[in-house]
């Protein structure tokens, strides 16, 4: 079993920041891209971004390009999501996810189904 473990969530005003940060652990896995889904209140969960972690090549969603930077350690096996500007409707639970083989389109990290592994979120509140 593979765990994903989140750390850095919790509330924060509009216009600040935060960074989130997720492990990977467990028996031995391929680790080919790692991201970040994000669920608000009522709403279905969303793709927010994604590295490949061999080239470090990002993907982000619109709603968050320009305000959120992915990253990773490669030693630590860790990803991060640099959260700026933070606005009210950035207010969701944020989710790690690892996917251990590729994709034949990068349209396809955005879906749920295509990721192997989830974390168990962490709560990002922004008040107004």
């Known amino acids: 079993q593979v765990q994903l473990v989140e750390s850095g969530g919790g509330l924060v005003q509009a216009g600040g920041s935060l960074r989130l940060s997720c492990t990977a652990s467990?028996?031995?896995?391929?680790?080919?891209?790692m991201g970040w889904f994000r669920q608000a209140p009522g709403k279905e969960r969303e793709f927010v971004s994604t590295?490949?972690?061999?080239?470090?090549?990002?993907y982000y969603a619109d709603s968050v390009k320009g305000r959120f930077t992915i990253s990773r350690d490669i030693a630590k096996g860790t990803v991060y999501l640099q959260m700026n500007s933070l606005k009210f409707e950035d207010t969701a639970v944020y989710y790690c996810?690892?996917?251990?083989?590729?994709?034949?389109?990068?349209?396809?990290?955005?879906?749920?189904?295509?990721?192997?592994?989830w974390g168990q979120g962490t709560q990002v509140t922004v008040s107004s």
């Open positions: 996810v690892l996917r251990e083989s590729s994709l034949s389109d990068t349209y396809y990290y955005t879906h749920t189904g295509n990721w192997n592994y």
């Open positions: 467990g028996r031995t896995f391929s680790r080919y891209a």
């Open positions: 590295i490949v972690w061999s080239r470090g090549t990002t």
